[in-house]
């Protein structure tokens, strides 16, 4: 099984974005005023909170990105033995 790459970085990109965004919001919603906002500080934030859920998209996958068969992939050891087991019998 392999990953399809460019649905799965869209959807990653998607999620860091949203991540991007979620905490932007968050962190001006704590701001009293306009003025008194910390503007580099709300963007260094919600840059590393997207860095975060690119990082954890990679370790833990997406479910909304399935895995896909490939024709060309060699079968595994495992389904290869059943298959012999199978035609013994």
Same mark, same amino acid.
């Given at each position: ?9 869209? #959807? @990653? /990109? ?6 991007? !965004?979620?905490?932007?919001? *968050?962190?001006? +919603? $704590?701001? #009293? @005023? /306009? ?6 500080? !709300?963007?260094?934030?919600? *840059?590393?909170? +997207? $860095?975060?859920?690119? /990082? ?34």
């Amino acid at each position: 099984m392999k990953w399809n790459w460019k649905e799965w970085a869209v #959807a @990653a /990109l998607i999620r860091a974005v949203r991540t991007f !965004a979620q905490t932007f919001v *968050g962190f001006i +919603a $704590v701001g #009293a @005023a /306009l003025e008194e906002i910390q503007w580099l500080r !709300a963007l260094s934030v919600s *840059g590393a909170a +997207a $860095v975060l859920s690119i /990082l954890t998209s990679l370790a833990t996958g997406l479910p909304e990105v399935k895995k896909e068969p490939i024709d060309n992939q060699p079968p595994d050891e495992e389904a290869a033995e059943e298959d012999e087991e199978e035609d013994e019998e």
